[in-house]
């Protein structure tokens, strides 16, 4: 079976600082795995996906992301935090028919 | 159209009756899932359609949950006689195609709130 694990629920950045969102995955095939966010009273917008090919992954708003096999992560960086950020962050693996298997999100808080 | 539409973004019901949500998946998407976020962190998922034919159900409580999605129609999730653990946020998203690989397009979601 699939699952996500997102290691801290909350993440306090200062505006310029470097973020680092922490996800690890559990998946017996090769996985797809993607990162959304979602702003308060909204639904949640695609920021970045890993399906195939190059193991780092360019997302919208200056997110990154690195697909790491040996470590089972995929880990969401953005080198300049900005206060448009503070959201809630959630990483997903997606099983073979789409279906998406989320983790317990992290709230990401950016201070001025 | 070009968003995923979903209505109505609130609906109140008391503990028993019926609540039924809608969802306008993408023109041209031919994938529908639906998710539940309770707790504001925790997402669920119910079910998945290709066109009309329900894809995946592995995840929908086998009483009192259903789902249509019916030609030239919105999709629809139907709750029976209501329960307070029902409260939660209902997604719906769609895709273009089902592969895992494809990534999906969340609507603002349809808040119930279980009285």
């Known amino acids: 079976a699939q699952s996500v694990t997102q290691l801290g629920s909350h993440v306090s950045v200062s505006e310029g600082a470097l973020v680092l969102l922490r996800c690890n995955y559990s998946?017996?095939?090769?996985?797809?795995l993607f990162w959304y966010v979602q702003y308060p009273n909204q639904g949640l917008q695609l920021l970045l996906k890993y399906t195939t090919g190059a193991t780092l992954v360019k997302g919208i708003n200056g997110f990154e992301a690195e697909f790491k096999k040996s470590e089972t992560s995929f880990h969401l960086t953005k080198p300049s935090a900005h206060m448009s950020d503070a959201a809630e962050y959630f990483c997903?693996?997606?099983?073979?028919?789409?279906?998406?298997?989320f983790g317990q999100g992290t709230e990401l808080s950016v201070k001025p | 159209g070009e968003e995923v539409a979903q209505t109505p973004k609130h609906l109140v019901r008391g503990e028993g009756q019926k609540a039924k949500l809608y969802c306008a998946p993408i023109k041209g998407h031919s994938y529908v899932f639906w998710y539940q976020q309770v707790l504001k962190n925790e997402f669920k998922f119910l079910i998945s359609f290709q066109n009309e034919n329900v894809f995946d159900e592995t995840g929908m409580p086998k009483e009192r949950f259903s789902a249509k999605c019916l030609p030239n129609s919105p999709c629809s999730l139907e709750i029976q006689a209501t329960k307070l653990e029902d409260s939660a946020v209902y997604f719906c998203?769609?895709?273009?195609?089902?592969?895992?690989?494809?990534?999906?397009?969340f609507g603002d979601g349809t808040r119930l709130s279980i009285l």
């Open positions: 997903a693996v997606s099983d073979w028919g789409g279906k998406l298997i």
């Open positions: 998203a769609s895709s273009a195609e089902g592969a895992g690989s494809q990534p999906q397009h």
């Open positions: 998946s017996s095939v090769p996985p797809y």
